[in-house]
């Protein structure tokens, strides 16, 4: 499986008072970076919602933490897909400093009917982009 590389700049509303990146910040970097990795198989999230009613829900995350990113540090948030079925997504995602493993994390996403919040099987034309991707 491909790797998808999206590039991140720490900001200072990124940090804690010591100028460390806020734990939490390290989910929507990694949120932006699945986010631009749909948007380059060619899918918009709104638009998977107009023409597919379906949406894109974390259901499981396993993260751990190992050296702290700080203001202004130019980070990698590398994201590759592991298993696809049905209407789940698996993610393994990186960030990294200067190829420096900063965090890491195992991601479950869940394919939903976006008016009703129930399972939904990921859209057939996004399963072959991303088999195409891949």
């Known amino acids: 499986m491909s790797v998808f590389d999206w590039p991140v700049r720490v900001y200072y509303e990124d940090t804690d008072s010591g100028g460390v990146v806020y734990h939490a910040q390290y989910l929507n970097f990694m949120e932006r970076a699945r986010t631009e990795w749909l948007r380059s198989l060619g899918f ?35 994201s590759k897909i592991g298993k696809v079925a049905g209407a789940r997504m698996e993610f393994e995602q990186k960030i990294i400093r ?11 996403i869940a394919c939903l009917e976006s008016n009703r919040f129930r399972p939904k099987p990921i859209p057939e034309i996004l399963l072959q982009e991303i088999v195409r991707g891949n």
């Open 44 to 78: 918009e999230q709104d638009d998977l919602i107009t023409e597919h009613q379906c949406i894109f829900a974390v259901h499981t995350m396993e993260i751990q933490f190992r050296r702290p990113a700080k203001f202004n540090d130019a980070l990698l948030v590398q």
């Open 98 to 108: 200067n190829n420096e493993l900063l965090c890491e994390a195992s991601v479950k």
